[in-house]
């Protein structure tokens, strides 16, 4: 039985992985440490280790896993931006879950726009004071909107579908635009400047990273919803944070955020957040933030569970993974 150290635990990852790890004859060692340089020795004695978005896997942390004897590294996450792949080539086999529960992140996604229209979140708050005004409670209808999907992977096609559903113009942007009735291709501008609501759903790669910034914010429908369920560092934080100011924003939903890992899967309610654009769109009451919780359902996480280990299965048996992550398989994807 291989010993597999398990970095960033937590409750909800263990339910699913403690259910299903003898099938696999695999021994997992659960650290609630992130993993990074400093706490990649604990995973001495395994010959693989597990992590998440929130773990660091960056030149230092990929010898220092070496060091330990760890040659695999199985992410139970379907993004890998936090990954040197570059680096880790010919070190590490890198593995990851590229479909858990595309609905789950979807129906969140859809959650935060209807809690944002309906201002779902101020009634709340509201009513339990027994302020019963509907005075700033307006919403808009969604039959007849047009909504702008960035991304159209598995979780983009579900949160299509879901938007179809609410009688919805849909309007889409992605290098590989996959066809199905109902649905646009169009330029990224151009989704800028004919939706109503946008919402993001492609990687984080160098040509996505801030792809929501200044310029293209000033493309946009005055009162455009913004929607991010993917990964923060695709919005230029500071820029949404001025549009919003200045108006050009009506609302923000956002299950991610660019420096979330200083913050994020964790109780700092303790402290002072030193993170001056955070606390501001904290405050704004036409921002709604989750803590990147947008996979947390049961399904998810046992997807997540069972791919991550049949990806661990797979290496020690010596089989081939279609889920394997390289630095030279990404490039030629992008090329």
């Known amino acids: 039985m291989e010993s597999v150290a398990f970095f960033d635990a937590k409750p909800y990852d263990k339910l699913w992985f403690d259910l299903l790890k003898d099938r696999h004859e695999i021994r997992l060692k659960y650290f609630y440490n992130r993993l990074n340089p400093d706490t990649a020795i604990l995973a001495q004695g395994c010959k693989a280790a597990v992590a998440f978005v929130s773990d660091t896997l960056d030149a230092p942390a990929i010898d220092a896993l070496r060091q330990t004897g760890v040659e695999a590294v199985a ?35 859809m959650a935060l726009l209807l809690c944002l229209n309906r201002k779902i979140h101020r009634a709340y708050n509201r009513v339990r004071e027994y302020n019963f005004s509907l005075k700033d409670l307006m919403g808009f209808d969604l039959k007849g909107k047009t909504v702008g999907v960035v991304g159209t992977g598995k979780v983009g096609q579900a949160f299509i579908d879901i938007c179809l559903g609410f009688g ?20 990224l501008p151009e989704l800028c400047r004919e939706s109503d609501v946008i919402s993001l759903h492609c990687p984080l790669t160098r040509e996505s990273h801030h792809m929501i910034n200044r310029h293209t914010l000033r493309l946009m429908k005055d009162g455009v919803v913004i929607i991010n369920t993917s990964r923060g560092a695709l919005i230029d934080s500071e820029a949404l944070l001025a549009a919003i100011k200045d108006e050009k924003v009506g609302a923000a939903g956002l299950d991610v955020y660019e420096e ?17 654009t955070l606390k501001l769109l904290l405050a704004t009451p036409n921002v709604l933030v989750t803590s ?25 048996a010596g089989r081939a993974s279609e889920n394997e992550v390289s630095y030279e398989r990404v490039v030629a994807q992008t090329t």
Do not use: C
């Open 75 to 109: 992410l139970r996450s379907a993004g890998y931006n936090h990954v040197d792949l570059e680096y880790a080539q010919g070190k590490l086999r890198i593995f990851r879950v590229p479909a858990y529960s595309p609905h789950a992140i979807a129906e969140h996604a």
């Open 168 to 187: 919805m113009r849909v309007l889409a942007s992605d290098p590989f635009p996959t066809w199905r009735h109902g649905v646009e291709y169009v330029s």
């Open 260 to 276: 979330e890992e200083d913050f994020f899967y964790r109780d700092v309610s303790g402290s002072v957040i030193q993170d001056d």
């Open 292 to 316: 990147h919780q947008a996979f947390l359902t049961d399904e998810a996480l046992r997807g997540i569970a069972e791919t991550t280990l049949q990806n661990l299965s797979d290496y020690f």
